[in-house]
């Protein structure tokens, strides 16, 4: 295992196929927890619209709760990685000893802070009167299993940095199986409607975080979550958050964007506009999966190769990233393009909001292979540490972008409510390609084969 691990050596394409395939299915397992929950609930009998734009308002909260997962894991791992690439085991002990206090700590402390505002916020995120009981029901119980989200993402991506891909894709899909049976089961057969569908999340992340401490801290592991390395330390819990502001940015971002997303089509478009921006969100989500399991794939890749100074082979891992995103991300906005119908009626089947949804679509997809420069740039950034250029072109796409323009376009009188789902395509062209040219003039072409 130590020489299958040791990623200097062999087909480098081999290591990524060996990681990212795994973990793309380990990223579809994944997203089936929230994607499960909007399926079954946009099936509920006589209010699924409204009990799915509930869904949606309180999504942006649920993000924000994996943006503080992704602060630690995507800063821990990359730091792990480098320091097992260097054969410093010592301190890629205390790397994942500290990552797993400070999951701990931020997940008690989003958990009370969110129940002390979320009905202000939920306010604030766009729920109407008649949206605002089924968010509530559901961001409730949700953010009982808060620490349970963050130790089972978390901690993951310590097992996918050591190359345990499967065991990692074991993880999410324990959760997802277990979501799976218990939504149909709760929100059904026991009429708990959106309360059931948080709690059999709630249940299923549970599930999966045991699993994930039982590997780490078992023989299998290469390198074990030890109580002797998790005494925090202020350097590398600095070192730590960051370089993770990169992921974290990104996805808090995410949620920053769906918030404005929300307001906006509010104001503009009313409750129908948010339950078609909920199944967009979907289909992205699903549409990302291979995006992100391929930048994930080749992260430890490139982080090992680094530390153990092989430039070319990272230089390498880098092309290879850039063409396989590219290749799919133009296949996936064909098919949003071709047959966008098929993935809205999989969520909802409501005559008034199908059509609305699918030109919607249309335009939120737009040039979306774009996107793979933006992923590929990130992915190198985040690998070799560079966590002030990862953090910029987080905030560029999103917050300096896509904010912006989300508040600005509609008050266009010719373009309105349409001006929310625009904002995206724009900023996939102006931060992608930004954010590629940036990676390769001050990374790629520096590095010294």
């Known amino acids: ?30 997203i089936l927890y929230n994607i499960i929950d909007r399926v079954f609930i ?91 009981g089924y ?13 349970f989200v963050m130790l ?33 089961i709760f929100i059904f057969e026991m009429k708990m409607g959106v309360q059931g569908a948080a709690l059999a999340t709630v249940i299923s992340q549970f599930a999966a975080a045991c699993w994930t401490l039982r590997f780490l801290t078992g023989k299998k592991a290469t390198i074990r979550l030890d109580k002797n390395y998790l005494k925090l330390k202020t350097d590398r819990v600095k070192k730590i958050l960051v370089l ?26 009313g409750d129908m506009y948010i339950a078609a921006m909920t199944i967009i969100n979907s289909v992205r989500e699903v549409i990302h999966m291979p995006v992100s399991g391929v930048g994930n794939g080749a992260q430890p890749v490139m982080s090992f190769n680094y530390g153990a100074k092989e430039y070319g082979r990272v230089k390498q891992t880098i092309r290879y990233t850039a063409v396989i995103l590219l290749v799919y991300t133009l296949f996936a906005w064909g098919m949003t393009m071709l047959f966008p119908n098929q993935f809205v009626i999989i969520f909802n089947k409501d005559a008034e909001l199908l059509p609305l949804t699918v030109k919607s679509m249309h335009i939120y997809f737009f040039g979306f292979f774009f996107m793979a420069f933006q992923f590929t740039g990130q992915t190198t950034f985040q690998a070799l540490g560079k966590s002030k250029q990862a953090i910029f072109f987080s905030m560029l796409r999103k917050v300096i972008i896509v904010v912006p323009l989300t508040f600005l376009l509609p008050m266009i009188p010719e373009i309105g409510v349409t001006g929310v789902f625009l904002a995206e395509p724009i900023s996939n062209l102006i931060g992608g390609l930004a954010c590629f040219i940036t990676m390769y003039v001050t990374v790629y072409r520096k590095l010294e084969v």
């Not at 808090?252 to 089509?265: A, F, G, K, R, Y």
């Open 1 to 30: 295992m130590a020489v299958q691990n040791d990623f200097s050596k062999g087909s480098i394409l081999s290591h990524m196929a060996r990681i990212a395939l795994p973990m793309t299915l380990a990223q579809f397992v994944n």
């Open 42 to 132: 946009g099936r509920i009998p006589d209010h699924a619209t409204e009990a799915l734009t509930g869904l949606g308002v309180a999504f942006p909260i649920c993000t924000l709760a994996i943006a503080f997962a992704n602060l630690v894991g995507m800063g821990g791992a990359p730091l792990f990685s480098i320091e097992r690439g260097k054969g410093n085991e010592e301190e890629a002990k205390y790397i994942l000893g500290n990552s797993f206090n400070l999951l701990v700590v931020i997940g008690v402390v989003f958990s009370v802070v969110m129940f002390l505002v979320k009905r202000p916020m939920l306010y604030l995120l766009g729920a109407s009167k008649n949206i605002y």
């Open 135 to 147: 968010a509530d029901s559901y961001l409730t119980i949700y953010l009982c299993g808060t620490l």
């Open 152 to 184: 089972s993402l978390g901690m993951n991506a310590f097992i996918n940095a050591q190359g345990f891909a499967n065991i990692g894709m074991m993880t999410v899909s324990i959760g997802a199986v277990c979501n799976l049976i218990l939504d149909p």
């Open 244 to 269: 993770g502001l990169s992921g974290f940015t990104m996805s808090v971002t995410n949620s920053l964007v769906q918030m404005v997303c929300n307001i906006n089509l509010a104001m503009y478009g």
